[in-house]
């Protein structure tokens, strides 16, 4: 590791590769070999618990990072499902488990993300919680470049590099 090497702080464009996965060992990002992301930091682009965790490593660095359900989705709420009369759906809508859905509130003109729980005669169970709330998460991650932001990013608030150039 270069000494010298710049540290991760606000306004570095870092790039990290990572595998996340669960407390019973199932990977839920990276298993087919780790993921790559290239990032702006300080401007809330990663989980929250994530971003903190980062600070000051350098290229090359290796960590290992743990996020308590509250640092990164969320807890399970109870509250959060909802049975909806299978008549309220498309019928052309070829619904399954595991699908996630984008729910309009007619009343609330606000749209919701939801995802398909369970398929009844009753109807369908939306779960409106995250798919990983609830989850503590485990992070393995190698720093690959940390490099200042150029202008243009910092006033973009996000890196021109990875096929994104405006
Ligand atoms: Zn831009």
């Known amino acids: 590791m270069n000494p010298s090497a710049l540290s ?5 464009v870092v790039t ?3 595998t996340m996965s669960l407390d019973d060992g199932e990977i839920v990002a990276g298993a087919a070999g780790p993921e790559t992301i290239t990032y702006l930091h300080g401007e809330g682009a990663l989980l929250p618990g994530l971003e903190d965790a980062l600070y000051g490593l350098k290229a090359g660095q290796r960590k290992a990072i743990t996020l308590a359900p509250h640092e990164a989705y969320g807890e399970l709420d109870e509250d959060a499902w909802e049975l909806v009369p299978l008549s309220e759906f498309p019928p052309d809508l070829e619904l399954e488990p595991g699908m996630a859905l984008e729910i309009h509130d007619d009343e609330m003109d606000e749209i919701y993300e939801a995802y398909v729980a369970q398929i009844s005669d009753e109807g369908v169970l939306l779960d409106f919680n995250h798919p990983l709330a609830g989850e503590t998460l485990h992070f393995q991650i190698e720093v690959l470049d940390v490099r200042p932001a150029t202008r243009e990013e910092l006033e973009h608030g996000h890196p021109h590099t990875g096929g994104h150039a405006h």
């Open 8 to 12: 991760i702080t606000d306004g570095m």
């Open 16 to 18: 990290f590769r990572y």
